[in-house]
């Protein structure tokens, strides 16, 4: 007997005006989202191996240690064309640098050609699922009783032999059947638009992630039959459940959302990183004063009143490169790094306390968010979504521990070849070819270093050196992909969901006990 109502709802369903404008509404919808989203995907490709192929041949062009500071360029995952996530928000790139943790990725964002445009949202596959499949379950569900007890049939069905509770269910799974098909083929019809792009190609990882958001999606979309069969349940007109349900949907979609956005900064305040500026400002300004003491200290114990360069390039994070320059000059900066780049690691811990604070501040605010929008499915929806299509906020922090976690490695390379002590961390040129300042002056005095006739040696110059081979070098790298990774972290998610569904079926069977059917 079950079967028999949900077969006679869902044919009835297929040919009523609803089912068609539903199918109609994602045959026009999910194929324009999914041709934005995988001209998004192909522009920050795109980005990626410009970025990538500068990112290398800076790192090819290397010629003293002092100058590895590997520049990372994010991936952007296949995924995200499903779950855009936080990924536009963020930036692709950062240059490691002994000087500080890495903290946020900079570089570009997902950001249009036309930065004017950026007013104009578009949204992802997922936030479509999340509004339309919602918006057909409360449609088909609103008046599923009212309708019924309106035209009389519900208390002719009970003359029979049927149960409210087979009733009931035989209820539920119509519309499920009706629906269910509606968003496999929004499913499919998004991966086709995705295959056919000769430029886009899926794991079987990435195909294990599709599946499991279908999965979801159907989990999804109970959930919002349950609340529209909680609303008939409740209603005695067809009238006024349809108007309590569209409030339900403009709340559980969109108020509840923004509500926990602006809630989660009230809740939980974190300063301007402004003020994390001025205190790594103070740092640096602290370290630079040191440095100029240890300046004068060597200076002292050289024995010289200055330090002459001849052929030097200095820049950021300890940068030194230089050629011909001295013993005298050589053997300064030896020290000084000696000194200095164990200290710059010293005030990189420093100014870390101040960033990481921060930054549990923003992990802070995020969690009570998520834990607010909990009042909402969609929202919980979202939060899966991201997860398996790894574009969520806990899996940018991931990486971005993965590549502090890189920067101890790299640290621990520069330590144990003892390369912040020797020559080699920032000159080439062999040191038994240093000349000593006596030296030079002999030269001087003998008419050698007359500025008309004297030769510089080819090794007293920058091109005279090939570049390093840095083979040996720890390269950065993530552990590979696995579905399993990602369906831990949204077991939680998912199971909320699960309860929330199953919550209110028990609501719907009680109230449903309890209907007038007159």
Not at 69 to 95: C, D, H, Q, T, W
Not at 162 to 183: E, H, M, Q
Not at 239 to 251: K, M, N, P, R
Not at 294 to 316: C, F, P, R, S
Request: net charge negative.
């Amino acid at each position: 007997m079950i079967w028999l109502i949900a077969k006679k709802d869902f044919i009835l369903n297929l040919t009523s005006s609803r089912f068609v404008i539903g199918f109609l509404l994602c045959l026009v919808i999910i194929p324009f989202t999914m041709v934005v989203s995988v001209d998004g995907y192909e522009n920050q490709m795109r980005v990626y191996e410009v970025d990538r192929a500068e990112a290398q041949k800076k790192w090819q062009e290397i010629k003293v240690y002092s100058a590895v500071r590997p520049e990372i360029v994010k991936e952007p995952g296949a995924l995200g064309i499903f779950s855009r996530g936080i990924e536009n928000n963020m930036g692709n790139s950062l240059i490691l640098r002994l000087g500080e943790y890495p903290l946020l990725l900079t570089g570009h964002a997902g950001t249009r050609d036309n930065p004017l445009l950026d007013a104009f949202f578009s949204i992802d596959f997922s936030s479509v699922i999340a509004i339309l499949m919602s918006l057909l379950a409360l449609v088909f569900s609103f008046d599923l009783f009212t309708s019924e007890r309106e035209e009389g049939t519900m208390k002719l069905v009970f003359t029979t032999r049927v149960s409210r509770s087979a009733f009931l269910i035989a209820k539920f799974l119509g519309i499920v059947i009706t629906l269910v098909p509606i968003l496999l083929f929004s499913f499919i019809l998004s991966t086709l638009i995705v295959v056919l792009n000769p430029s886009i190609t899926f794991t079987s990882v990435e195909w294990i992630g599709i599946i499991l958001l279908f999965l979801v999606s159907i989990l999804y979309l109970m959930v919002f039959i349950l609340i529209g069969m909680t609303i008939s349940a409740l209603s005695k007109k067809s009238s006024t459940a349809i108007v309590v349900s569209l409030l339900s949907w403009v709340w559980l979609l969109f108020l509840v959302p923004d509500i926990a956005y602006y809630s989660s900064q009230s809740v939980s305040k974190i300063s301007p990183y402004d003020n994390v500026l001025y205190s790594l400002d103070e740092l640096d300004r602290e370290f630079a004063k040191k440095t100029e003491e240890k300046w004068d200290e060597i200076q002292t114990q050289l024995g010289i009143d200055g330090v002459g360069h001849w052929n030097w390039n200095g820049g950021a994070d300890g940068y030194d490169e230089m050629y011909g320059c001295v013993w005298e000059t050589n053997e300064f900066h030896r020290r000084l790094n000696t000194w200095r780049e164990p200290m710059r690691l010293t005030y990189a811990d420093k100014k870390w306390a101040f960033q990481k604070e921060w930054l549990d501040g923003l992990q802070q605010q995020e969690h009570i968010r998520q834990v607010m929008s909990w009042l909402s499915p969609s929202e919980i929806f979202q939060q899966i979504a991201s997860t398996l299509c790894r574009t969520s906020p806990a899996s940018y922090l991931r990486y971005m521990q993965r590549i502090r976690e890189y920067r101890e490695t790299l640290i621990a390379y520069f330590q144990g070849k003892k390369l912040f002590e020797s020559f080699a961390y920032f000159t080439q040129q062999d040191p038994k070819s240093f000349l000593t300042i006596a030296k030079t002056q002999e030269m001087e005095a003998a008419g050698v270093f007359d500025t008309e006739n004297f030769k510089v040696p080819p090794h007293w110059e920058g091109s005279y050196y090939s570049p390093l081979n840095l083979d040996d070098v720890p390269k950065f790298g993530i552990p590979k992909q696995n579905h399993s990774e990602a369906l831990n972290a949204s077991f939680g998610l998912v199971v909320g969901l699960i309860a929330l569904g199953t919550a209110l079926f028990l609501v719907v069977i009680s109230v449903f006990r309890k209907y007038d059917v007159r």
